[in-house]
């Protein structure tokens, strides 16, 4: 202490790391040690430093500064691998002859069929009314699912509206398939008043819950608020 004018601290540290050199291993060789230019403390000027308070401070210096030796951690550098969607084709394919000849059928039942498009204009253009069903049903019930089960922001208001329209969509769609498949088991020619007065709305509410979706969807007053 009073040689190297040094507190108590640092020259017991010093003390024990010599005695510990001696009794485990010589002395490793000692390096060049650049002047600190952060260090707290400094030794006075015109004093020789240790070679073993050298050793120390490197060894200090050692271990306030690890180095990363390993591997890294393979779960932050992995991307995770996207969902496969051809299975959904798979799937897609089967369900979209059986819901198309289905919605066909019943609308063949309660009155849709063959029209001329543009009247007085072209006569010769027609289109067979019955494919609006499948396409105006299950387009929307599509669409709300994205609504209802995507990432994009929207507002508390329309996913509600999407979930609840999506379902209902869907149970109606299901009803439809169920209502021609046993009207075409018992060979009814002729749906009754009451499932022709049903199919016979579904292009208008198909249209309304299309439009006010489409509408709730634009509609970013409520994320603005909340943000």
């Known amino acids: ?92 394919m089967p369900a979209f002859v059986a819901v198309w000849s289905g919605w066909v059928g019943l609308g063949r039942l309660t009155g849709f069929g063959p029209i001329q498009l543009l009247p007085g204009i072209w006569d010769d253009l027609t289109i067979n009314s019955a494919i609006t069903l499948p396409i105006g049903v299950e387009a929307y019930s599509a669409f709300a699912l994205r609504v209802w089960l995507s ?37 009814v020619t002729h749906a009754p008043w009451p499932v022709t007065t049903l199919v016979s709305c579904l292009p208008v509410v198909v249209l309304g819950s299309g439009a006010a979706l489409a509408h709730l969807v634009r509609d970013t007053t409520g994320l603005e608020v909340r943000n």
Request: proline share 10%; net charge negative.
């Open 1 to 92: 202490m009073a040689e190297f004018k040094v507190g108590a601290p640092k020259a017991r540290a010093i003390l024990d790391a010599i005695a510990e050199d001696d009794e485990t291993e010589p002395a490793r060789p000692l390096h060049a040690v650049p002047e600190p230019s952060t260090e707290t403390e400094s030794e006075p000027d015109g004093i020789v430093p240790d070679p073993n308070q050298v050793t120390l401070r490197e060894s200090r210096e050692d271990d306030s500064n690890p180095q990363v030796t390993g591997a890294a951690d393979p779960g932050t550098s992995a991307k995770a691998r996207p969902v496969k969607l051809w299975p959904v084709l798979l799937l897609a």
């Open 151 to 187: 990432g994009s922001p929207h507002t508390d208001r329309a996913r509600r509206f999407a979930k609840w329209s999506a379902l209902g969509s869907l149970a109606l769609g299901m009803v439809g398939q169920v209502a021609y498949h046993l009207m075409s088991a018992a060979s």
